[in-house]
């Protein structure tokens, strides 16, 4: 078993939902400690690039904040290698619901 060392992240997110960037509110040293290598925030998705060694896992978190009620499509994330094709994975899409609680 290979590592792979340019893995690309790839977690989009539905319009009603609204992904905190905690490097704007003096989130940096929580960012600091995180195992990626660099990570793109943007209105709607989230990019977050790293390596892994053979048999590494790794768990990434992105605070979002449910902006509407209402039911809404979650995209599938995606990771793959971006030079290697032969590593790829992908979830299922889903619907979900916001309610109140």
Do not use: H, K, P
């Given at each position: 078993?290979?590592?792979?060392?340019?893995v690309a992240l790839?977690?989009?997110f539905p319009s009603g939902w609204e992904?905190?960037?905690?490097?704007?509110?003096?989130?940096?040293?929580?960012e600091e400690n995180n195992s990626y290598d660099?990570?793109?925030i943007r209105?709607?998705?989230?990019?977050?690039?790293f390596s892994l060694g053979p048999n590494e896992t790794k768990s990434f978190e992105v605070i979002?904040?449910?902006?509407?009620?209402?039911?809404?499509t979650l995209p599938a994330v995606v990771c793959e290698d971006m030079?290697?094709?032969?590593?790829?994975?992908?979830?299922?899409g889903m619907t979900v619901k916001v309610v109140k609680e």
């Open positions: 078993m290979y590592g792979a060392d340019n790839t977690q989009i992904i905190i960037n905690t490097r704007l509110f003096g989130g940096a040293a929580a660099y990570r793109d209105d709607d998705r989230v990019y977050t690039y979002l904040t449910a902006a509407y009620e209402g039911e809404y030079y290697d094709n032969s590593f790829f994975a992908r979830t299922r």
